[in-house]
C-alpha cells in the first residue's frame, strides 16, 4: 500500500485536538455538542474525497458509503468508531506529542512531568522501540479511545477512494456519539445505515480481535433514613449516609471487584454514592461473561445490603430498594451465529502475517449494542494503550497495519 504511517498519525493528531468529550449526567443527545466539532470536520473531508453521500444527522451520527467498484452481490460492510473520549480523565486542550524514534526511555511527559510513562508499567511498549509514538502532554488523556479507530477509517476511505481498482463491495462508514457514556447507539437507526454486518475499530494491541464482551447491568441501591435535627436527634437519627457508607464496607475486600478480578471473571464495582442524611443511593456496574449471572450478582449484594441493616441497632428504621437498568450485552451471543465475518475478519489478518490473538473485552463496545439490534458486529484493533487516563498512548505502526487489514479484508469480502 503506497500510503505512509505519517498520513495516519497526522490524522490521529489533529482529531485529539478538538474537545469531544462526553458527559454521563447530561439529559440531551448527544450529551454534549461540541462533539459535533469533530463530526462536522470528518464530513467535509469525506466530501472532500469525492464520498458524496457523507451526512451529519441532527444526533451526532455520520454516515457515509463509499460505492462498490465492481457489479457482484456481495454483503454491504459498516466500519464504525466513536468520536467522543472519556469522563475519566480531562480531554480539553489536548497536546499530542509525536515520539519519532522511541528509544526506549522512560517518556516524561513535559506539562506534568510526574507523569511518566515506562516499559515496566507499559511492556507492550517495547514493541516499539525505534518505531513511533504518540503520547499526550500529561495533563489530558490522548484520545486514541477511539479517535484512533476515527483515524483509521478514514485513512482507508481515502485510499480506497483513490484507488478505484480495488475491488470491494459497498462500505458504509458509521462515526457515532456519547459510546463512552454507554449511549452511542440510542438514535441510530440501521436501516437508514443499509448495512449487512459490522466493525468497530475500538481494540487495543496489534492482532487482536474480540467478538465476546461483558454483559452489562447498572444496579442502583436507593437508601432511606430517618432525618432529625441534629440538636435533637439522639435515638431518632438514621443517617443514610452512615448507612450506604456500612454497606459499602461491607463488600468483600479481596474479590468481587475490578481491582481483584481478571479474565472472565465477573464483578460489581461501586462507582457513585450520593444523598444526604435521609436519603442516599449507591450506584454500581455489574459485569460478568455470563448473562445468567448478572441476577445472581444483584442478589449477592442485596443480601449484603439487607443484612448490614439488619444487623445495626442504629439502622433499624431504614430501608433499602434495588433498581436494576439493563446496560449491554454479550455480543458473542450474536456473533456465534454469523461466522463467517469471523472467518473472514480472520483471514485478513493471516493474509497480512498476522496471528490473530482473540479474546474477550472485559468492556463493551457500540457493537455490542449494535450486534443485538440485527448488525453482527465484532471489534478490530487499532493500538490504542493505557486508554482513560494521562499515560494514553498508541504506535504509529499498529494503526498502520489495521489500515492494511481493512483494506484487505474489503477485498476478501
Avoid at 447498572?218 to 440538636?231: D, K, M, N, S, T
Amino acid at each position: 500500500m503506497s500510503f505512509t504511517s505519517q498520513q495516519v498519525a497526522d490524522r490521529l493528531m489533529r482529531y485529539v485536538q478538538i474537545d469531544t468529550q462526553s458527559d454521563p449526567y447530561a439529559d440531551r443527545f448527544p450529551s454534549t455538542e461540541k462533539q459535533k466539532n469533530l463530526s462536522k470536520i470528518l464530513v467535509e473531508e469525506l466530501l472532500a474525497m469525492g464520498v458524496k453521500d457523507a451526512i451529519l444527522d441532527d444526533f451526532g451520527y455520520v454516515m457515509a458509503t463509499i460505492p462498490a467498484t465492481h457489479q457482484k452481490k456481495v454483503p454491504v460492510v459498516c466500519f464504525c468508531a466513536h468520536v467522543d473520549t472519556a469522563p475519566d480523565c480531562s480531554g480539553t486542550n489536548v497536546k499530542p506529542i509525536l515520539h519519532k524514534n522511541y528509544n526506549g526511555a522512560p517518556i516524561v511527559l513535559p506539562d506534568d512531568p510526574t507523569q511518566i510513562i515506562t516499559t515496566n508499567d507499559y511492556p507492550y511498549l517495547k514493541n516499539f522501540i525505534g518505531k513511533a509514538v504518540i503520547t499526550a502532554s500529561g495533563k489530558t488523556l490522548l484520545g486514541a479511545d477511539d479517535k484512533a479507530g476515527v483515524a483509521i477509517i478514514m485513512e482507508m476511505a481515502s485510499y480506497l477512494m483513490s484507488h478505484p481498482e480495488i475491488e470491494h463491495g459497498t462500505i458504509k462508514i458509521l462515526f457515532t456519539p456519547d459510546e463512552e457514556v454507554g449511549r452511542g447507539t440510542e438514535h441510530l437507526d440501521l436501516k437508514k445505515l443499509g448495512a449487512d454486518f459490522g466493525y468497530t475499530l475500538d481494540g487495543g494491541d496489534l492482532a487482536s480481535f474480540e467478538m465476546e464482551t461483558f454483559s452489562a447491568d447498572g444496579l442502583i441501591l436507593h437508601i432511606q433514613g430517618v432525618i432529625a435535627h441534629p440538636g435533637a436527634a439522639k435515638g431518632i437519627m438514621q443517617n443514610a449516609i452512615k448507612v450506604a457508607a456500612a454497606i459499602v464496607a461491607a463488600l468483600p475486600q479481596n474479590e468481587w471487584s475490578p481491582e481483584h478480578t481478571e479474565g472472565r471473571t465477573g464483578f460489581i464495582h461501586p462507582n457513585q454514592i450520593t444523598g444526604g442524611a435521609e436519603a442516599a443511593r449507591i450506584e454500581f456496574l455489574v459485569r460478568d461473561f455470563d448473562t445468567p449471572q448478572l441476577a445472581e450478582h444483584a442478589k449477592r449484594l442485596y443480601a449484603i445490603a439487607q443484612e448490614t441493616i439488619a444487623s445495626n441497632p442504629d439502622f433499624s428504621k431504614a430501608t433499602v430498594k434495588m433498581e436494576i437498568k439493563e446496560q449491554y450485552r454479550n455480543m458473542r451471543e450474536v456473533i456465534d451465529q454469523h461466522p463467517l465475518i469471523v472467518e473472514k475478519a480472520l483471514a485478513a489478518y493471516r493474509l497480512l502475517d498476522l496471528t490473530p490473538i482473540v479474546h474477550p473485552i472485559r468492556g463493551g463496545t457500540d457493537g455490542s449494542r449494535m450486534s443485538f439490534m440485527g448488525l453482527p458486529t465484532p471489534n478490530i484493533f487499532t493500538g490504542m494503550q493505557a486508554i482513560h487516563s494521562k499515560h494514553e498512548w498508541i504506535g504509529v505502526s499498529d494503526m498502520e497495519k489495521a489500515v492494511e487489514v481493512l483494506v484487505k479484508l474489503v477485498e476478501i469480502i
